[in-house]
């Protein structure tokens, strides 16, 4: 069965640097997104991309942050200079515009220190 | 603002029992769907409601929205230890740039002890 693969699983940074978390989406795929969820919390929407532009970003979602589909497969999302509070677990998640339901990657969790 | 409210938010159940999960939302929508999370794990996909007066079904899971109320329901019949997790519902009221967004709920964390 297709599904949305992420890369790595685990990711420990240090505050200020640079971190890119990779997403693999269904091949068929059309609209990707991103979500967080902080430990404990609600999972949130970060941004959703499609026809190779962002076409929605929530609040959180401020210029440190980028998403790119650089080569027709992977998504990825850059974190410029991370801080303490991005701490948290990263879903990518893709659908195929066929109004069903959207599938989640297994998760990327980010650990600045 | 789309707003999602799930309740409760914890939910202690001994084995055996029935239960009901309430979500709620602010806007109109008719796609709105159920995810478990066990800890540190990822999403998994329980039911998907795509009309005003779906019902779903699989094992000791039903789940049903009402659109006209804006209101989803998760019932858990006789519950066992394995159900114990995160259950969270989630709406797509998207349209235009917003399609297939997500707003999720705040979770119902589900214990079921003997």
């Known amino acids: 069965e297709p599904e949305v693969t992420q890369t790595p699983s685990h990711q420990v940074t240090q505050m200020g640097q640079e971190v890119i978390l990779r997403c693999v989406p269904i091949?068929?795929?059309?609209?990707f997104y991103w979500y967080r969820q902080i430990l404990g919390q609600k999972v949130e929407f970060l941004v959703s991309?499609?026809?190779?532009?962002?076409?929605?970003k929530s609040e959180i979602f401020d210029d440190q942050f980028s998403v790119e589909r650089p080569d027709g497969s992977n998504f990825t999302l850059k974190i410029r200079s991370t801080k303490l509070e991005d701490s948290a677990m990263y879903f990518c998640?893709?659908?195929?515009?066929?109004?069903?339901?959207?599938?989640f990657g297994q998760g990327t969790r980010l650990t600045v220190v | 603002e789309l707003k999602v409210e799930q309740n409760p938010l914890f939910l202690s159940m001994q084995e055996g029992k029935n239960y009901t999960i309430y979500c709620n939302y602010s806007?109109?929508?008719?796609?709105l769907y159920w995810y478990r999370q066990d800890p540190g794990k990822s999403l998994e996909s329980l039911f998907v409601?795509?009309?005003?007066?779906a019902v779903k079904q699989e094992g000791r899971l039903m789940a049903s929205l009402d659109t006209k109320a804006r209101l989803s329901t998760l019932h858990i019949t006789a519950a066992v230890h394995d159900l114990s997790a995160t259950y969270f519902c989630?709406?797509?009221?998207?349209?235009?740039?917003?399609?297939?967004?997500?707003?999720f709920g705040q979770g119902t964390i589900l214990t079921v002890h003997p």
């Open positions: 806007t109109t929508s008719d796609r």
């Open positions: 991309f499609y026809n190779n532009e962002i076409s929605e």
């Open positions: 091949s068929n795929h059309l609209y």
């Open positions: 409601l795509l009309s005003n007066g």
């Open positions: 998640a893709s659908n195929d515009g066929s109004n069903t339901e959207a599938f």
């Open positions: 989630a709406v797509d009221a998207g349209l235009g740039t917003s399609y297939g967004k997500l707003t």
